[in-house]
């Protein structure tokens, strides 16, 4: 038994496949996470691909503040998942609402509205940190070897 | 009865055409990545993938229809392992053939197409719909000329059996050549059938998120992307022994080696055509298919009626 959950373990580290949803970015961080999906940087060697729907993806990044418009569109997308799963925040307003912290029409944070895994602050963060992030989070899964929420104490970022 | 048990479970059957599909994966996928200039995933991705689906959660959408959401992946993977264990791999004989075996395989190869369209249609989700259709519509466009193709190449042998087809070449060396054309149009054709990149408008991301698979997870994508690579080795398999019925020596290990080097060029075709080409529209292909290869696969017939007058 305890086999079998290793070797699920590692081929979970091994085969991220993610999914990218802009829940109100300036789209600075949209282009950076492109950017990292790139040849130039080529993610695939890390089994990392980009999936279209939610149902196949492991990890959801979000970039962006939460603003009202979007909040039930990103818990849905977030309820459509299969687990396990896990949420990267990328950029500073992801982590904690940025400059448009207060505004009027923003909720704050992505963990205002879904538990967030990982936290990769920046302005926008530039596509090394976005996988230098996602590899982090995939090695605490590792180290842990228990719920996912462990894993909410590891990279601190924003607030 | 043990032995064909094993024939089916083990090898060549089950497991080794799973681990082959999965490395056939790998192949395509690296050498898509070394044509691109990157570096390409590890060699255990594809095992690395298929376990963590496994052991992913199964959400079966509310709207659809239980019974045929799971079905469909069960009964496109099973046709396609089916379709493996008629093909000749190491010696001019299999265990199951019988005459007719080779009308058997490419309706087996059929069957995943449908599968997924079943399963898109009753996932009853907008984008699993769209991309069902149109595999369905995909579907009639490329199956014309690979039948015409590959049954050219058989009618030059005068038998429908995949054994007696490897046979008759085996007897005449030579022969294969008249089939170069048949053998093009029907990798083009195969290309449709794996939904690969110039044909990959039932899955095409961009527009409908994953087609007919949009709403599978866990176990259930886990062995619809299984079929897809064991597909893609039978699809392969069946051409390698139709068109190229060659090296098959008094050692069955030797002539086991040739004929997975067989698989791995036809591999390494389908995976150079989705690097070099881009993904045409619905209408564009069917166009390409009934307008250009299905004329091939014609001249193909002509060619091989003519040479069964002058070489009799």
Redesign the interface.
């Known amino acids: 038994m305890n086999l079998v959950k290793k070797v699920v373990t590692w081929a979970r580290i091994k085969s991220p496949w993610i999914l990218h949803f802009n829940t109100g970015a300036c789209n600075a961080c949209d282009i950076e996470i492109i950017a990292a999906l790139t040849p130039r940087y080529d993610i695939e060697r890390f089994g990392i691909q980009l999936k279209g729907t939610p149902r196949h993806a492991d990890v959801l990044v979000c970039s962006g503040p939460v603003t009202k418009q979007i909040e039930d569109r990103l818990i849905r997308i977030y309820e459509q998942m299969a687990e396990p799963k896990f949420v990267v925040a990328v950029g500073t307003c992801s982590c904690s609402g940025g400059v448009f912290k207060d505004c009027y029409n923003i909720k704050g944070g992505i963990d205002t509205t879904i538990p967030v895994s990982a936290y990769i602050p920046g302005c926008p963060a530039s596509p090394k940190a976005i996988i230098d992030g996602v590899i982090k989070l995939l090695v605490s899964l590792d180290e842990s070897k228990a719920s996912p929420k462990t894993i909410k104490e590891i990279p601190v970022g924003g607030e | 009865m043990i032995k064909e048990l094993l024939y089916i479970l083990v090898f060549p059957g089950f497991l080794f055409v799973s681990i082959a599909g999965l490395l056939a994966e790998y192949v395509d996928?690296k050498l898509y990545?070394r044509l691109?200039?990157?570096?390409?995933?590890?060699w255990?991705?594809p095992?690395?993938?298929i376990?963590?689906l496994i052991?992913?959660?199964?959400?079966t959408p509310c709207q659809a229809n239980p019974r045929m959401f799971h079905a469909a992946p069960l009964f496109a993977l099973t046709a396609v392992i089916t379709a493996f264990l008629y093909t000749p791999l190491w010696h001019t004989s299999s265990p199951f053939s019988f005459n007719g075996d080779i009308i058997m395989v490419l309706y087996l190869l059929t069957i995943p197409t449908l599968a997924f369209f079943i399963g898109g249609w009753y996932s009853t989700s907008l984008?699993a719909r769209i991309g069902s259709v149109r595999a369905v519509t995909q579907l009639f466009a490329y199956e014309v000329p690979l039948f015409m193709s590959i049954l050219a190449s058989a009618l030059l042998a005068n038998s429908w059996s995949l054994v007696d087809i490897v046979l008759f070449y085996t007897r005449h060396p030579w022969y294969w050549c008249f089939n170069l054309i048949g053998f093009f149009v029907s990798l083009v054709a195969l290309l449709g059938k794996l939904e690969k990149t110039p044909f990959d408008i039932p899955e095409a991301?961009?527009e409908v998120?994953?087609g007919a698979?949009?709403?599978?997870?866990?176990k259930l994508?886990a062995f619809l992307r299984l079929c897809i690579d064991i597909e893609m080795v039978s699809g392969a398999a069946l051409l390698a022994a139709v068109f190229f019925p060659f090296g098959f020596f008094q050692s069955a290990f030797l002539s086991f080696v040739v004929f997975i080097l067989k698989i791995l060029g036809i591999i390494a075709l389908i995976s150079l055509l989705r690097t070099v080409v881009a993904r045409l529209r619905i209408d564009q292909m069917i166009d390409f298919c009934w307008k250009l290869l299905v004329p091939f696969a014609l001249l193909q017939i002509l060619i091989n009626l003519v040479l069964k007058g002058v070489l009799r």
């Open positions: 996928r990545a691109q200039n990157r570096i390409g995933p590890p255990f991705q095992f690395a993938d376990i963590k052991a992913k959660e199964e959400v984008f991301e961009t998120v994953a698979f949009t709403e599978y997870s866990g994508l």
